[in-house]
């Protein structure tokens, strides 16, 4: 089982886009146990696309394509495949459907164009795309299969995996699975986590351990492969036991699509606690991260975001001669800003962030310098010491993390 | 003079790394004038590496290779290109210096493998690798140039600007350069933008125009090709005013690095005023927008997340009889958070955001409706109306964005 991957885009072979759509699908047919054999790019010009293809099939049983299926001239890649295997393009009824209700509901103009977005090439299975507009296409002939898959990474990404995934899954059966689960874990560094994990990392060969670095936690990802799904998932066990001996203090959940404030927000409302924010130097990012779970509100009523120091005083009733003396990046300053907050919120917990963003440096103290608060209803208020390096972005992500271990830890009563 | 880039390396094909090299080099030859028509990644296998090899020369002048210089016998680019081309490879006198400067420096023990690393094509010229130890090769034979650069970016970059670019430039002497411009434009989506130009896009051949749609903004490229920089700004110059004639309405700015936040701040700071926000469904995303610009504090002091109808009664001392009876998501509640948020922190500006992040829907409206609120010192406060469709992420960004365009439109007395 060969496939390959081919992206179609200018604007890729200008260097004005990276092409971060090989890379996961890439992952994601490994996972598949599909494997890719070659990446492809090519600008917007049906007949070296049309010249790609004609090399694809002969060495590739799945070829998928990205990019190209938007509304204007430029995209070609359905005509051009369509084409190539000699079949027409018809309407898709149920991408059509979906555009009419696009553009009723946004009342913006829908312009003729955007109907080529809902076609399709006859004879293959639609593929809808549930962030955009532009329908794909899976259809097989004379013995390739061509995938048929949008640009934008925020279509392509949730289109692979809720609707090309599963019917992959139905077109290609593999004799042995890949059961793979992964594990997440904050405060811990790759090369530390690997290091604790060396003697396991360096003997594995199935089930397979490989870590993953991303911005302010690692992930490791166990891979059985197997017939059997419950063999496989017994494998999985014993290794994940193995595994959390060594770093199960840093551990905080599983899977892909989780994360540190899913986690968080779900301990909330299991135990029925609120939480509220006052933000400097993050600026509403941590209260934002906790907008982006569906259904925080249960938990989460609002904060504040005090960026200043007459803020801190005015919004927070922070006295400012303590302000003064203490300076806002100090412990004093963020104990302070998770208590008021906590008690204006009458909210369970209250965390607090005050420190240096960057790029230059405040009150003395250098970039990623900060101070994070935490405030628990009925115990004593604390603060941490962190520093982060890298750039204000990362400061600022670091922090948040750092703020959702803090209620984590607190909420579970983990150490 | 056409080229293409051919990335060595099985972690790109599976998913482990992102080919952001093809993404680099694909810029840098665009400046020199070579014009990139391929990328390729094929793993570290000779045999189909030879394949691609052939392939590639019969379309692309130049050739560019990276990965596969370094020290492991995966990595076989050097020696498969030397075959292909029936030339052995030789030490490279002055990488093998650094090498040996590198080990006693550091103290390291130099195993032997290292030594492949210092090893070039013969009759080639060696490009000496500044931030590395594997040396590449520029090497051109019937016809066709092949340029050999390392893997990790971290070398590539570095190699590329310093030592390759110059012997490309004297190599392949430009007799045109292209000179690019970009669009950035807030409130119209890409087809209807491309069917506003749609006369000056069919018609397009030097300069050239090319849409590319990001999340809520579209961004338009033009680029000329010619000799003189002068008169290649010059034909820039009119296109983009064809341009703004028929969409400057908006236009908002200039650069592949700029953004809808980082103009609204530079509009504050230019004009001395300041604003704030009350956040309902972003939750803090507008504030947090803002916080990611260094020097924001100069125009943002703070502001409120108020998630609740509880909060916004009590954080901004909104009348409850009012939320009760018009709704949190209603015109009157924006108008009420936009103006108390303003008078509380003594901004010169303020917005507001309350509506259905989603999925759910609220006090019987669908996901994606939102209130945008704007209240400014001196002026009647105002709200718009706002129906964003696809997900929750989707819709707090596309009010985030708005609520930016707002303000800006209001420094900028821009209708």
Redesign the interface.
């Known amino acids: 089982m060969k496939a390959e991957i081919i992206a179609v885009g200018?604007?890729?072979?200008?260097?004005?886009?990276?092409?971060?759509n090989?890379?996961?699908?890439?992952?994601?047919l490994?996972n598949l146990g599909i494997e890719?054999?070659?990446?492809?790019?090519?600008?917007d010009n049906p007949k070296?696309l049309e010249q790609l293809l004609v090399?694809a099939e002969g060495r590739s049983d799945l070829i998928v394509l990205c990019g190209g299926l938007?509304?204007?001239?430029?995209d070609l890649t359905k005509d051009t495949v369509a084409a190539h295997i000699h079949r027409p393009l018809v309407q898709d009824e149920q991408a059509l459907a979906r555009l009419h209700e696009?553009f009723t509901?946004?009342?913006?103009?829908m312009?003729?164009?955007?109907l080529r977005q809902t076609l399709m090439i006859e004879g293959g299975i639609a593929v809808q795309n549930?962030?955009?507009l532009a329908v794909g296409t899976l259809i097989t002939e004379n013995k390739t299969t061509y995938l048929l898959l949008p640009g934008?990474p925020?279509e392509l990404k949730p289109m692979f995996q809720q609707n090309a995934r599963p019917l992959l899954e139905e077109l290609f059966p593999q004799a042995e699975q890949l059961i793979s689960r992964v594990l997440r874990f904050y405060g811990i560094g790759e090369s530390q986590l690997v290091t604790e994990l060396k003697e396991l990392i360096d003997t594995q060969t199935n089930p397979t351990i490989a870590p993953?670095a991303k911005p302010n936690e690692v992930t490791l990802r166990l891979t059985a492969k197997i017939a059997d799904e419950l063999m496989g998932q017994q494998l999985l066990d014993k290794l994940e036991a193995e595994v959390m001996a060594k770093v199960g203090a840093y551990f905080y959940g599983y899977g892909d699509e989780n994360s540190l404030v899913k986690v968080t927000v779900d301990a909330l409302k299991k135990h029925g606690k609120t939480v509220t924010?006052a933000?400097s130097?993050?600026?509403?990012?941590?209260?934002?991260t906790?907008?982006?779970i569906?259904g925080?509100?249960e938990v989460?009523?609002?904060?504040?975001?005090?960026?200043?120091a007459?803020?801190?005083a005015?919004?927070l009733g922070i006295d400012p001669e303590l302000l003064e003396k203490e300076g806002t990046v100090s412990e004093a300053c963020a104990i302070a800003m998770a208590e008021q907050a906590r008690t204006?919120?009458d909210a369970d917990f209250a965390v607090s962030f005050t420190g240096v963003?960057?790029?230059?440096e405040l009150e003395g103290q250098p970039a990623g310098t900060v101070w994070i608060g935490l405030a628990e209803k009925g115990q004593p208020t604390i603060a941490v010491l962190q520093h982060f390096n890298r750039d204000?972005?990362y400061i600022?992500q670091g922090a948040v993390m750092k703020g959702l271990d803090l209620i984590l830890r607190a909420v579970t009563k983990k150490k």
């Open positions: 200018t604007e890729l072979l200008l260097g004005q886009v990276v092409n971060t090989a890379t996961f699908l890439s992952e994601e490994a890719v054999y070659y990446h492809t790019v090519v600008g070296r090399e938007g509304p204007t001239d430029d696009f509901f946004s009342k913006n103009k312009t003729e164009n955007n549930p962030t955009g934008p925020n993953y924010a933000e130097l993050t600026a509403g990012l941590f209260q934002s906790l907008g982006d569906a925080v509100s989460f009523k609002g904060g504040f975001v005090t960026y200043s007459e803020t801190k005015h919004f204006l919120s963003a960057g790029p230059e204000r972005s600022r």
